[in-house]
């Protein structure tokens, strides 16, 4: 079984790649859907995902890492006959979870978008069109926990690969119909006729998160289809070889004790990221209900353009929240490139701790770390001394959207800050899973869940802070949670962490590569004139490649200069043993 197991950093490598084609279809799609429905349409988009998010994060991350674990476990003891048992009644448990999921959300659907946008119902359309992709997310985790449980990324990479796919085509599919025909389809179905209003837009945002569903199940179908085919996961030797299996009902016991407390930790926070997207907007109303003129104030380009008044305050938060929602997007982009370290952790960490092999837990463990911050420092710096030009490439150009750039650009700046706690926060969890504390993820997630809450319910309520006090919520809720899992990953683990090397070498080069973004940048915007090469190449986006050019070649030089890389990063790469000689030749490594 060991020759089938890939490496910590080729797994995280594997899914990685697929992550990379992932997120470029979904900036392209994000973009064109923020392109056709704009801001307030954005934020019943937005309204949708909140309400969807806390189930679909036990499908993404809690359920698939229960299954995870357990099939790790029992392959390393050669119990490959619970593997395959293990793995119908994974598939059987989250099918029925994901049908109980799936219909909560479509009953709580009409009280929920009440709520958030005092008494508008735009958002409903968009919450039932999404509400199926649970039940594909949910099956799709008994099947990606089983081969990630076996060391084998690659199912779990392709099929998201199949869900970006799905999503792209179809949402964009969906979107033309709705807005290219001009179809009224609230206006046929009587009870949404009198309860939907600006039903072009919100028909809109339900085309396109309609593409979601649909390129979840195209994940699953793929990933049906593999299992039916796959006959190399685990061979006949190795069945005949291994004791019989457990009983169903004994191995969904334990499933079960194993997934409550890890999907109780995904729940948590995104249940209160959920109140969090209710306190939001609803602060944001009442800050335009009391004092409108202090909002507008800060405002004045959107106020110019958008032409709100407090007559329209509802139209007004919606803009204001879809726009803080597209930052939103931007930042987590680089959390979900780092979380694949964690994914891949877990069969190797998981063996090394049923082994009781301390060198190779803490080796795992400050890889993991090092890893996550050798991408996270670097793309947090360039967020923070690009934000305004990066916003302005990626939306510019359209002139619904424009207006609001300025204005949500210290808030990307501030997130650029502190995306390396955000990056940390999965990678630890799934470490801490793995070690048997699954209770700190629990309290680290309610003390930051909190922390966040009660600071967004306080600042977004002052006029003259409004929605940026969104920002500076999440990221002291990112912190504490943070800093309680180092503490208690070294103390359960007995880790001692390298600081030096793992946190402020590469965060001295992360430095220095953000500095030369923000030198070249302004370089160009100089000496360029402003019109550049004519459309998409202005002088701005001509200096925002070249200064993403010059940081990523500073950031390299600088960790081989710092010899911040170690032996180890280096060897576990695919020809990985030939670029170490090379390397060690010139000694570039540490």
Same mark, same amino acid.
């Given at each position: ?239 005949? #070889? ?149 916003? #302005? ?36 969890? #799934? ?160």
């Amino acid at each position: 079984m060991a020759k089938k197991n890939q490496s910590l950093i080729n797994g995280a490598l594997i899914l990685s790649a697929a992550i990379i084609a992932v997120k470029i279809i979904g900036v392209f799609f994000k973009i064109y859907v923020t392109y056709k429905i704009g801001m307030e349409g954005k934020s019943y988009y937005a309204t949708a995902y909140a309400l969807y998010t806390p189930v679909y994060s036990i499908a993404l991350a809690g359920l698939p890492t229960a299954v995870a674990k357990m099939v790790a476990a029992k392959a390393a003891q050669g119990c490959y006959k619970d593997v395959k048992k293990l793995f119908k009644v994974s598939v059987w448990l989250f099918s029925f979870l994901g049908a109980v999921g799936t219909a909560v959300i479509v009953l709580v659907s009409v009280p929920f978008a009440s709520s958030v946008s005092d008494g508008v119902l735009n958002a409903v359309p968009a919450i039932i069109a999404i509400a199926p992709s649970l039940f594909f997310c949910c099956v799709m985790s008994g099947y990606r926990g089983y081969y990630q449980g076996l060391g084998s990324m690659t199912p779990s990479a392709v099929s998201q690969v199949f869900e970006a796919g799905g999503k792209l085509i179809f949402g964009w599919l969906f979107i033309n119909i709705v807005i290219g025909t001009g179809a009224s389809f609230a206006d046929e179905i009587p009870y949404f006729k009198d309860i939907i209003t600006e039903k072009q837009q919100a028909w809109a945002a339900a085309a396109a998160i309609a593409g979601v569903t649909v390129g979840s199940l195209m994940g699953l179908l793929y990933l049906v289809l593999r299992r039916r085919f796959d006959r190399r996961s685990i061979t006949t030797r190795e069945l005949r #070889n291994s004791p019989e299996a457990e009983p169903f009902g004994a191995l969904a016991k334990q499933l079960v004790a194993l997934a409550v407390p890890i999907a109780v930790s995904s729940l948590i926070f995104n249940i209160t990221t959920l109140i969090d997207n209710w306190v939001i907007p609803n602060r944001l109303m009442y800050v335009l209900s009391t004092d409108f003129d202090t909002v507008a104030a800060m405002y004045p380009g959107i106020i110019s353009a958008r032409g709100f008044t407090p007559e329209t305050a509802v139209n007004f938060k919606d803009y204001l929240y879809g726009a803080y929602d597209t930052v939103i997007e931007i930042k987590n982009i680089v959390p979900t490139f780092t979380i694949t370290f964690g994914l891949s952790a877990i069969p190797v960490l998981t063996r090394a701790w049923v082994n009781r092999d301390a060198h190779a837990v803490d080796r795992s463990i400050q890889s993991v770390i090092r890893l996550t911050l050798l991408v996270a420092y670097p793309a947090g710096c360039g967020m923070a001394a690009l934000a305004p030009d990066l916003l #302005n490439l990626i939306y510019g150009s359209s002139e619904i959207n424009a207006p609001a750039l300025p204005y949500v650009a210290p808030i990307l700046m501030m997130y650029g800050v502190s995306v390396v706690f955000l990056a940390l926060t999965q990678p630890i969890t #799934n470490m801490l899973q793995v070690v048997d504390r699954t209770d700190v993820p629990i309290k680290a997630m309610a003390i930051g869940a909190a922390v966040k809450l009660v600071s967004n319910f306080a600042l977004v309520s002052i006029p003259s802070v409004n929605i940026q006090g969104a920002a500076i919520g999440s990221i002291l809720c990112n912190t504490v949670m943070v800093a309680y899992g180092l503490i208690a990953l070294a103390k359960t683990a007995d880790v001692k962490y390298d600081w030096r090397v793992t946190f402020l070498k590469p965060l001295f080069c992360a430095v220095l590569s953000g500095v030369a973004a923000w030198a070249v940048n302004g370089i160009y915007k100089k000496v360029i004139p402003e019109q550049g090469l004519g459309g998409f190449f202005s002088a701005n986006n001509i200096a925002v490649f070249a200064a993403v050019f010059a940081a990523v070649v500073c950031y390299a030089l600088s960790l081989f200069a710092t010899r911040s890389l170690s032996r180890e990063d280096i060897i576990m790469l695919p020809k990985g043993r030939k670029i170490v000689k090379v390397l060690e030749k010139y000694g570039l490594l540490g």
